[in-house]
């Protein structure tokens, strides 16, 4: 039951172009995502997130897009750096209530950007 | 920058065996989560744990799992009985209540568990 989807397992990318990196969800009850980044032998890293209620978060060079009707969002990340070049998660979480929600993760997508 | 520490960075066990694996959240932080990625796979939830109590579960964390916070700092994970299958990367987490009911979780770098 995948109900976050990451449906490229990978993306290239040249440094200094746009990445975009994209997340498909179906539980419509869903209102908190999130974007990891996780090097290899490390943890997730939190990058960014956005509330149902909003449909752009912005923080330097990346912005997270949400389009609650299509149940998608995406991770934009302007100027793409070799630094960047990691597994990127989308997680999706269910603030019932304000208690703390656990997170469900997509596969995540593996980011190259190539000097 | 405060940051989850976990220990040991990697532990061997041998099916059977009981492992406890160890976890310092973010001294402020009230919300406690265990993960695990098997290889290849996804990052799944186990549990959380606030007040010292488990406020949610996954059908993972069966009769083998258990949680503890045995001092103010540290958050334990408990396999009784290792198996086969237990081998994964497993992760802890930790958020701080925020009014607005968000919840960003921040990652230990995990233990790796190879249960032999």
């Known amino acids: 039951d995948q109900q976050v989807k990451q449906n490229s397992p990978s993306l290239s990318v040249q440094e200094g172009r746009i990445s975009i990196l994209n997340c498909d969800y179906t539980n419509s009850m869903f209102d908190y995502f999130l974007w990891y980044k996780k090097y290899p032998a490390e943890g997730p890293t939190f990058l960014i997130s956005i509330s149902s209620i909003k449909d752009k978060n912005e923080d330097g060079r990346f912005t997270v897009f949400l389009n609650k009707s299509a149940k998608h969002l995406s991770l934009h990340i302007v100027p793409s750096q070799p630094g960047d070049s990691a597994v990127y998660f989308c997680?999706?979480?269910?603030?019932?209530?304000?208690?703390?929600?656990?997170?469900?993760f997509g596969k995540g997508t593996k980011l190259s950007v190539k000097p | 920058e405060p940051e989850v520490t976990q220990t040991p960075s990697h532990q061997v066990t041998q099916m059977g065996q009981e492992v406890i694996l160890r976890c310092v959240p973010i001294s402020n932080h009230l919300y406690f989560y265990w993960y695990r990625q098997i290889l290849g796979q996804k990052v799944e939830f186990l549990v959380s744990f606030y007040n010292n109590e488990i406020s949610e579960k996954s059908e993972i964390f069966d009769d083998q799992f258990s949680v503890e916070r045995p001092d103010g700092s540290n958050f334990t994970l408990k396999i009784r009985s290792t198996k086969l299958e237990d081998s994964a990367m497993y992760f802890c987490?930790?958020?701080?209540?925020?009014?607005?009911?968000?919840?960003?979780?921040?990652f230990g770098p995990g233990t790796r568990l190879t249960v032999l």
């Open positions: 997680a999706a979480s269910l603030n019932y209530g304000g208690s703390q929600g656990n997170l469900i």
């Open positions: 987490a930790s958020s701080e209540i925020v009014s607005t009911g968000t919840d960003t979780q921040y």
